[in-house]
């Protein structure tokens, strides 16, 4: 698999998103996921000149971290559970799954400086996926408000596995909406400003509805466990 290439295909149709919906590519994040390959793989992407890395379990974090370090921003992209806080803080750049009190109340605990997070939304309404309904996501925000190790950074969904263009928008949308609403609140520890929304099959049409973080695994660094 050649990753530079793969970079700059993906770098292009950034471009391409962007200019569309009158945006520039600076504002555009993009997450490597590397959860499904090598270490090996993970250091080729680095190379090939990404930054961010995201992993979804804590023990493929630490793994990769021994290896490749500080060369890369740490992403954790799954869902966390409270006991594995411990052992992701201290290296990660952002967490992507804030949903519930518990794991709020856990990294507040255990980090010893202020930690980037998206809450995660389950826009969709599926019961497979993890996320406070939309109409949550305000009274939430609103109790973290004295962990002083948290900084909403923004807000999280997975859209549904669809090839229905208007479903993906639908979905992209409806978290702009409520990211502006958390926005308007003023909120000091949540400013709110990202959305991390948008995979390997829908990334160009997320960063049309404005996505400023997007995750891309296969489209950029493939699968190893197939």
């Not at 952002?94 to 930690?115: F, G, P, Q, T, V």
């Not at 502006?180 to 000091?188: T, Y």
Request: charged letters at 30%.
């Amino acid at each position: 698999m050649d990753i530079k290439k793969n970079v700059e295909t993906v770098t292009e149709e950034i471009e391409k998103a962007c200019k569309k919906s009158g945006r520039v590519s600076s504002e555009v994040t993009v997450i490597a996921v590397t959860k499904y390959v090598s270490t090996e793989r993970a250091q080729e992407a680095v190379n090939a000149g990404i930054i961010h890395l995201g992993e979804n379990r804590a023990e493929g974090l630490e793994s990769k971290y021994e290896s490749i370090g500080s060369r890369a921003k740490w992403h954790f992209i799954g869902s966390l559970q409270s006991r594995k806080v411990k052992q992701v803080v201290d290296t990660i750049t952002s967490i992507h799954s804030l949903d519930r009190m518990s794991l709020a109340k856990e990294i507040h605990k255990r980090a010893n400086r202020k930690i980037s997070c998206f809450v995660q939304v389950n826009v969709s309404g599926e019961e497979s996926k993890h996320g406070l309904s939309p109409e949550e996501v305000i009274p939430f925000i609103d109790k973290i408000k004295d962990y002083d190790n948290i900084v909403v950074e923004g807000l999280m969904t997975m859209a549904p596995h669809t090839e229905e263009e208007e479903v993906l928008r639908s979905t992209f949308r409806q978290l702009r909406q409520l990211k502006e609403k958390v926005e308007a609140k003023g909120f000091s520890h949540a400013p709110c400003h990202g959305l991390s929304m948008g995979m390997s099959n829908d990334y160009q049409i997320a960063i049309e509805e404005g996505a400023t973080h997007v995750r891309i695994g296969s489209k950029l660094v493939g699968r190893e466990d197939q």
